[in-house]
């Protein structure tokens, strides 16, 4: 009488997220959308960015006047100029990621949204703008530049708003590597990376041989 082999057990039995993360890692235009909501979130930011500063300058230049035309022009186009840079990194990631000649995990994790390269340009706007404000304060409570009190107090009143706004995207932020970190340590923690082999003998089951193929086809 044939003896009926044994069924793996739980231990020997392919681990089904572990062999998606693997076909994951197989397709590189894939490691772009790894963190839907953190790209959405910062591409969100940097447009809002892009409209504030590029508006803002705007808004300063066109009112340029005789009078109070050195700092408006200085200042207005330094946020034209920052708008700008916002928006071509935006079109470089996005080049970089349509054209697929990054194939490295570490370079794209830093290029796409929500990755290092935006961190580092919200680091940077916020340096600026917070320059800007501390200049335009500075020189207004000194009264060096001549004009009326009005002039005075509009270059205060729009260093008082570079300075709010630079320090909104500092604590943004500081807040959005804090939250990063946490949630790197806590999956790590969760799902370490150790390297495995399985090996599949051919002794599975129909269910089995089906719940792995759904799980190939939902994954593709």
Known sequence: MPQMEPLPSSRNRPDHRRMQNDLLEEHTELWWFTDPV???LCYSLAVLLILACGIGGIVLLS???SRS???RLAVG??????ALLILLKQLLSSAVQDMQCVHRREHIDMLKSGGLSDALVFALSAVILLSCGVVLTIVSFSGETPGSSA???TMYIVGVILIVLA?????????????TLC???DSSRL????????????????SQRQSTTSSMANLI
């Open 183 to 185: 949630r790197s340590c």
């Open 38 to 40: 953190k790209s959405v």
């Open 77 to 82: 186009s330094t946020l034209c100029i920052l």
């Open 167 to 179: 320090g909104i995207i500092l604590c943004g932020l500081l807040l959005y590597v804090l939250v």
């Open 191 to 206: 799902h370490p990376r150790n390297i495995s082999v399985f090996s599949i003998s051919g002794l599975l089951n129909e």
């Open 69 to 71: 035309g050195e700092w």
């Open 151 to 153: 002039i005075l107090v």
């Open 63 to 65: 009112t340029t006047t």
